[in-house]
């Protein structure tokens, strides 16, 4: 009887975690780094969903009025995520997200008043469902004006409507967060001169970092790293 034929994967195209998550702020490219990395590891893809929350469009129109419900709708969006999560871990199924389910308070108390991010945390409190960090995490960093310009080329119509100031606080409350964060390993990568979505060569250098990286914290720019 034939023996069925070996498969054989190279060392560097196997994930090197289980869960890895992309992060950064609007418009860096979270969602297009993920589907390439997935791609090269044959990970498990995760995405966000901001398309799904229904206040999502009125919130960057109205930023006051609708924080609380989008942060809401957000909420009990990672609560299903979560689980996603759960079962994908369970099964031993290697992963990679868009986003961290712990990231949901950077953008909750960036928008809601100190009365209503109370409420918010109580709220979200009952319906939390404990998702595992990441084993490894790509935050990705560029300029509110880099940022910008990218939003406006690719002009999907509710991100046009989005403010100057409200781009900046959101950078400085990303670099806060991840200041801070040591729950799992960081790598924070210069997303400005980077183009992993059409330089395969871009992604090679990438993953590479990700593949080699043995700190815990590390900051990558294309052509050094620190």
């Known amino acids: 009887m034939n023996s069925p034929p070996l498969t054989v994967t190279a060392p560097q195209l196997r994930p090197p975690f289980g869960y890895i998550a992309i992060e950064g702020p609007i418009g860096v490219g979270k969602t297009s780094l993920a589907r390439r990395l997935a791609q090269r590891w044959s990970m498990q893809e995760l ?3 901001p398309q799904d929350n229904p206040f ?13 419900p989008t942060q809401l709708h957000f909420a009990l969006q990672r609560v299903q995520q979560a689980q996603e999560v ?4 369970a099964l031993g199924t290697t992963l990679i997200a868009d986003f961290m389910t712990q990231k949901n308070d950077i953008f909750a108390r960036l928008t809601l008043p100190e009365d209503e991010w109370q409420l918010y945390r109580a709220l979200a409190a ?3 469902v ?3 960090a990441p084993d490894f995490v790509v935050y990705l960093q560029a300029s509110p004006e880099v940022l ?14 989005i403010s100057d100031a409200y781009l900046r606080a959101l950078c400085d409350a990303y670099n806060e967060f991840f200041y801070h964060y040591d729950r ?13 979505l059409d330089s395969d060569a871009d992604l090679a250098l990438l993953a590479e970092r990700i ?13 050094t790293s620190l």
């Open 130 to 132: 404990s998702a595992p």
């Open 184 to 196: 799992t390993p960081v790598l924070t990568v210069n997303a400005e001169h980077l183009n992993p």
């Open 86 to 89: 759960n079962v994908a871990q």
């Open 126 to 128: 009952q319906f939390d």
């Open 211 to 223: 593949e080699t990286m043995r700190g815990r914290k590390e900051f990558f720019v294309k052509g």
């Open 47 to 49: 995405f966000e969903r």
């Open 56 to 68: 999502l469009e009125r919130f960057y129109r109205d930023t006051a009025r609708y924080a609380l």
């Open 148 to 161: 910008f310009a990218r939003i406006q080329k690719r002009a999907v119509p509710m991100e046009l409507q």
